[in-house]
C-alpha cells in the first residue's frame, strides 16, 4: 500500500512539474530597457515587446532604467529572481564595453551573469562630417588631421563608447590622431557636431539617420553595410582589413532561469524578430533585424569581449 501511495505521489509531482512548466508565462514579464525613453532603441524595444506580447499572450511591459551608460538597468535584471518574469533588452555598450572599462559601476560579467535569449538588431556605428565640410572621404580626413594636429575632434556618446573604440580603430589605422570629444549621448554629440564644436562624430546609425537623408550630415565610413545608405563605405571597402565596432541589441534574463524559460522564450522571439512587418517596421529607425541564437550571440560576447579587452590594454584604458 505504502509502496502504491509512493508511486502515485511521484506521478502527481511529475504532472505537477510538466503543468508548471507548460504554463510558462503565467503572467505579465517584465522588460528593463536601461536606456532613456525615446531613442531608436527604446522604440524598437517597445515594437518587439507588443508582439511578443501576442506571441506569449501575456503582457511584456517595458520600463526604462537608465544610468551609467545602461550598467544600472542591465545590473537591476542581473540581480534579479531567475523566474523568467523580469528580462532586460541590452546592448553590447553597457553589457561588454562597460563592464570591462567601469567594473566598478557595471558590476558584472557579461559571459556568465546573464542568459542569452537572442540578438535582436543591429545598428552600425557611423563616422560623420557636416555636409559642408572640407573633407569628404577618410583619408582626406586623416590627412587634414596629420597637417593640423589636434584640430579634428570626434564627438562620441560617452568616455568608453562604441564611438570611442571606433575611433582609437580609425588612429590605429590611419595615423590620423583624431581626439575624441565624448559626450552625454548621442543627441548631445549630433548637436554639438551641428553647431561646430566638433569636426566629426562616431555613432550608432539610429540616431542620424534624418540628417544622412537630408545631407545636413555626410556619412564617411560606416561599420557595416546598410540598405538605405548604400554609399557609404566600409572599411573593407577601403581597403582595411579591420572592422569598426558596430552596436548589437539582445534580449538576456538572469543566470540560472529554468530551461522552461528559455523554451518558452527562444522560439518566441525568434518568431517576433524575424518578422517581414517588424523589419519593415524598425529599418528607418537605423535598425536593422538580424536575429541569432543564444550561442551564437554568447560566442559572439566571447569574442567582442577578448577585442575590446585587448583594445583597452594596448590603449592604457586598464591595467
Known sequence: MKIALKACAALLLAAATQIHAQDYPRGSVTLVIPLAPGDATDTSARAIADELSRELRVAIVPVNRPGAGGALGTE????????????????????????ILDPKTANYNPLTDLTPLGLAMRSPSILAVRGDAPYKTL??????????????????????????????????????????????????????????????????????????????LLGIVISSGYPDFPDIPTLSELGYSEKLFGV???????????????????????????SPAIGAKLRPLGMLMDYSPPEKLLAEIRDEHRRVSEIAAKSGLIK
Not at 548589437?248 to 524575424?274: C, N, S, Y
Open 76 to 99: 537591476l535584471v542581473v540581480k534579479s529572481k531567475p523566474d523568467g518574469y523580469t528580462i532586460v533588452l541590452t546592448n553590447n555598450a553597457s553589457l561588454v564595453f562597460r563592464s
Open 139 to 216: 583619408s582626406q580626413i586623416a590627412e587634414h588631421a596629420k597637417k593640423n594636429p589636434g584640430s579634428v575632434r570626434i564627438g562620441t556618446a560617452g568616455a568608453g563608447s562604441v564611438g570611442d573604440f571606433c575611433v582609437l580603430t580609425l588612429n590605429s589605422l590611419t595615423g590620423a590622431g583624431l581626439t575624441t570629444v565624448p559626450f552625454t549621448g548621442a543627441s548631445p554629440a549630433v548637436t554639438a557636431l551641428l553647431g561646430g564644436h566638433v569636426e566629426g562624430v562616431v555613432l550608432a546609425l539610429g540616431t542620424m539617420t534624418g540628417h544622412l537623408r537630408s545631407g545636413t
Open 248 to 274: 548589437w541589441v539582445g534580449f538576456f534574463a538572469p543566470a540560472g532561469v529554468p530551461a522552461e524559460v528559455t523554451r518558452a522564450l527562444v522560439p518566441a522571439l525568434e518568431r517576433v524578430i524575424k
